[in-house]
């Protein structure tokens, strides 16, 4: 059965970093569109950057030069580097198999100043 588990979320301070990571099994991570979501407290899940099976990837403005996505086709694993957080980056965190729609549980970040 595929799933998607996320991990890597925790409290940081403005400015600082994380990574987060997404764990694909049932299906070959590479050969879809993967994207990463997240849901501020009280807001909507917003689309935060896709990655595409060639490997090129897009960004919403906001994290554009602060976030980037990876992946590693050996480990079936997405990456979602993250720097310079600022306080509204605090969110859950998710991936998404985009083409079948699943998603993982999502991970929780905290910015703090």
């Known amino acids: 059965q595929a799933q998607l588990v996320e991990s890597g979320g925790g409290l940081v301070q403005s400015g600082g970093s994380l990574r987060l990571t997404c764990v694909g099994s049932g299906f070959t991570l590479s050969d879809v569109i993967m994207t990463w979501h997240r849901q501020a407290p009280g807001k909507a899940r917003e689309w935060v950057a896709n990655?595409?099976?060639?490997?090129?990837?897009f960004y919403t403005d906001s994290v554009k030069g602060r976030f980037t996505a990876s992946r590693d086709g050996a480990k079936n694993e997405l990456y979602l580097q993250m720097d310079n957080l600022q306080l509204e980056d605090t969110a859950v965190y998710y991936c998404?198999?985009?083409?079948?729609?699943?998603w993982g549980q999502g991970t929780q970040v905290t910015v703090s100043s």
């Open positions: 990655f595409a099976p060639g490997g090129a990837t």
């Open positions: 998404q198999n985009f083409d079948t729609q699943l």
